[in-house]
């Protein structure tokens, strides 16, 4: 069949330049999934949280495509929406609010048992400051200040919550602690 002049746009539905939100959501999606499985602990909690956080940037998308960092949005809203979920479970009285502060995540009764290894469990010992902290600095490659901005607090706290938290994991982990 001889493909006919414009029939890419009727295939995708788009025009050209116009799917910087599609490409932005394909660019960001496995990534933004992976910090929140490490700072939730919870795939299910991670998949909605991630949904619901690119959700609200789609619906201002409009304006934020121009600004400096769509992703610091991206990333500040999926944060906020964990601290919300904990906040929600703590006053259904579903965890405590130790757990609520963000220790470990409450699980579903069929959580897939091959995502649990040693690295999460060690990683659910920490709070969620220090998982959030380290999954921005170490796994997403944002410098302390951003790091800061995203969770709102200045970058020396990010410094410090993230060597915490790496302390922490070697001992978890039978690492030995030389701070």
């Not at 496995?30 to 991630?50: H, K, N, P, Q, W």
């Not at 409450?106 to 220090?130: C, F, H, K, M, N």
């Amino acid at each position: 069949m001889k493909r006919m002049k414009g029939a890419s746009i009727l295939a995708t539905g788009r025009r050209e330049g116009a799917d910087s939100f599609e490409g932005f959501f394909r660019s960001e999606q496995g990534r933004l999934l992976r910090a929140l499985f490490v700072v939730t602990g919870d795939s299910y909690v991670a998949e909605d949280i991630m949904q619901e956080a690119f959700v609200r940037l789609w619906e201002r998308w409009d304006r934020l495509r121009s600004a400096d960092s769509p992703t610091g949005y991206l990333y500040t809203t999926a944060l906020n929406l964990v601290r919300r979920h904990y906040r929600r479970l703590a006053l259904l009285g579903r965890v405590t609010p130790r757990l609520a502060a963000g220790n470990r995540a409450v699980s579903p009764p069929l959580y897939d048992v091959e995502i649990r290894d040693s690295v999460v469990r060690a990683l659910g010992s920490l709070t969620y400051r220090q998982r959030a902290a380290l999954v921005l600095t170490e796994m997403l490659d944002f410098d302390s200040a951003e790091a800061g901005r995203l969770l709102g607090v200045k970058a020396v706290t990010v410094r410090r919550l993230a060597s915490k938290g790496r302390s922490a994991l070697r001992v978890v982990l039978g690492g030995v602690e030389n701070e």
